[in-house]
């Protein structure tokens, strides 16, 4: 295709919402780019190199393994003055302090896990500190559950 052709792909196995989203993000795209043109390509093989041509990630990408580490601690804390949060060495439900907020990385979630006697400033941050983190790990798309003490879930019990 050349430029200034928006094209539209719809697989053999493409349901009909599929389609329909397609077709409105496409004629999103039209009304953004001015004299730009629509092709449709319906229910061709994606693998037919006449196709899968016209797209950059034509080729399928398989994403790497994460192997899992075991669970990570972190306290989020200002005791000293200003709010860090440093790694535990003790991984257990028995490290957590209710003078704190805990982070905790486990296999399939992190929890941000809030004492009861946590200050503010370390209740207002504990989310953004798990986010900050999650997004320099090869999972940054991890979900994150917080949880105030005396309300812990069967999710967060099983993790540790």
Not at 15 to 22: G, I, L, N, R, S
Not at 61 to 89: C, H, Q, R, T
Request: hydrophobic content about 35%; proline content about 3%.
């Amino acid at each position: 295709l050349s430029s200034g052709i928006n094209a539209e792909y719809g697989g053999d196995n493409s349901t009909h919402d599929e389609k329909y989203a397609a077709a409105q993000e496409v004629t999103r795209l039209l009304g953004c780019r001015g004299k730009a043109r629509k092709h449709i390509i319906d229910g061709a093989p994606f693998e037919n190199p006449e196709i899968a041509g016209h797209f950059k990630d034509a080729g399928k990408k398989e994403k790497p393994a994460v192997e899992w580490g075991g669970n990570k601690l972190f306290v989020i804390s200002d005791n000293d003055g200003s709010l860090d949060m440093d790694p535990v060495e003790n991984v257990s439900k028995d490290s957590l302090d209710s003078n704190n907020v805990y982070v905790l990385d486990s296999e399939n979630e992190c929890f941000v896990w809030v004492g009861a006697e946590a200050s503010v400033d370390e209740r207002k941050n504990g989310l953004s500190y798990a986010a900050n983190y999650l997004n320099k790990t090869d999972y940054p798309w991890k979900a994150i559950s917080v949880i105030a003490q005396g309300k812990e879930n069967d999710h967060f019990n099983a993790a540790w």
